[in-house]
């Protein structure tokens, strides 16, 4: 997210908007509890901005459910893979205790490993679940960077700075009086892999050289020591 935040308002300044200038933000969090989603997505419709830019898909759904006049930027991703899968729901408040019960769950079902979704929560909880998935030696495959940063065995997702500049071209247009409904749905075409070789090898997992090929970024702490 620190990526695509980047890019976004690198963009914006490159379009010509100079923030505290001819361009003023308000910046709000969920803080991952999904619980307060409704209350936050009402309190900023309420300010009344020309545009809203929304990250994760459940906190757009709570924003579009509370106007449906204001503009609303979303940026998500949907994926479908071709491989079995058991799914893994989070109670609700999606604490530690969540998290923990969650894992107990894929040991028990033997799991050979998981997928986290890029749900806010998740990217709240990330040093967590990176933290379970090492004490269950489970492999996991990450949304995003920020996770094999922690420790994480590998990440695929959306290009950032692509899609940060993308939302950032958006804004420009919504600013600038364009119907939302006239702009095209942005659809990434480039994904970023990461992956963690020293997470790999503390997993006995042979991280095959094609694979490392494909890879945008390879943390080569396994070289150390």
């Known amino acids: 997210m620190i990526r695509l935040s980047r890019a976004l308002f ?3 300044h490159r379009l010509g908007y100079i923030e505290g ?12 509890r999904a619980f307060h989603y409704p209350d936050l997505a009402r309190d900023v419709v309420h300010r009344n901005p020309d545009a809203i830019l929304v990250i994760t898909t459940e906190l757009t759904l709570d924003f579009k459910a509370a106007t449906t006049t204001i503009p609303i930027v979303g940026v998500f991703i949907a994926r479908k893979m071709g491989v079995s899968v058991i799914a893994a729901s989070l109670d609700r408040p999606m ?10 769950g894929l040991t028990q079902d033997h799991a050979d ?11 709240a909880n990330h040093k967590l679940i990176v933290e379970l998935a090492e004490k269950n030696r489970l492999p996991a495959i990450y949304p995003a ?14 290009d950032a700075r692509a899609c940060g500049q993308r939302v950032a071209d958006i804004v420009d ?5 364009q119907k939302p409904s006239d702009i095209p749905v942005f659809q990434p075409t480039r994904f970023e ?12 997992l042979t991280v095959l050289h094609e694979l490392l090929a494909t890879a945008d970024e390879v943390d080569r702490m396994i070289f150390a020591p």
Do not use: C, P, W
Not at 21 to 32: H, T, W
Not at 195 to 200: E, F, G, R, S
């Open 95 to 104: 604490d530690e205790a969540a998290y923990r019960r969650v894992f107990v």
């Open 145 to 158: 960077r920020i996770f094999v940063d922690a420790g994480g065995l590998m990440s695929y997702g959306m």
């Open 21 to 32: 200038q001819n361009l003023l933000i308000e910046r709000y969090s969920g803080e991952g």
């Open 10 to 12: 690198d963009e914006l």
């Open 193 to 204: 892999l990461a992956i963690n070789l020293k997470t790999a090898k503390a997993l006995d």
């Open 113 to 123: 490993g998981f997928m986290v979704h890029e749900d806010a929560e998740n990217f």
């Open 173 to 177: 247009q919504i600013l600038k009086g």
